[in-house]
């Protein structure tokens, strides 16, 4: 397969993946809304269960890599410390100011998908794509 085609396909299926994780994400978010009203107690633990979900399919299967596993995650982890108290904050302010809860939700999903896609290619995997066998 070209690099561009597998590239294109790579893209898809992390797409996919995403989606996938989103639904999770967006779930998990919805049932702990109604029992917890503040924003961020839902948003956190439905952002760490749709990372694990993510993570675990895009390693495998996205990216084809068999980096080691601890330090994989721990580069996920640290684009995360720095992702989850800036977007939580930001959604603070949003649904401090009025914004419905899952408008931040989708508009910060956005943002987590295109910057981790990135983040994956570009440090996590980086040289150590298609390793799996």
């Known amino acids: 397969m070209s ?9 898809i ?3 996919l993946f995403s989606v996938s994780a989103g639904v999770i994400q967006i779930g998990s978010f919805a049932l702990l809304e109604i029992f917890v009203k503040d924003y961020w107690i ?3 633990i439905s952002l760490v269960l749709s990372i694990l979900w993510n993570f675990t399919l895009n390693r495998r299967y996205t990216f084809k890599s068999a ?7 721990a580069k996920v982890f640290g684009f995360y410390l720095i992702f989850t108290p800036l977007s939580t904050y930001l959604g603070s302010l949003a649904e401090a100011m009025g914004t419905n809860d899952f408008i931040i ?9 295109v910057l981790e896609f990135l983040f994956c290619k570009f440090v996590v995997y980086r040289g150590k794509e298609d390793t799996l066998k």
């Open 13 to 15: 299926k992390f797409t």
């Open 42 to 44: 839902p948003y956190l």
């Open 3 to 11: 690099n561009n085609k597998k590239e294109v396909w790579q893209a």
């Open 67 to 73: 980096a080691n596993i601890p330090i994989a995650m």
């Open 105 to 113: 939700l989708a508009v910060t999903m956005a943002s987590n998908f």
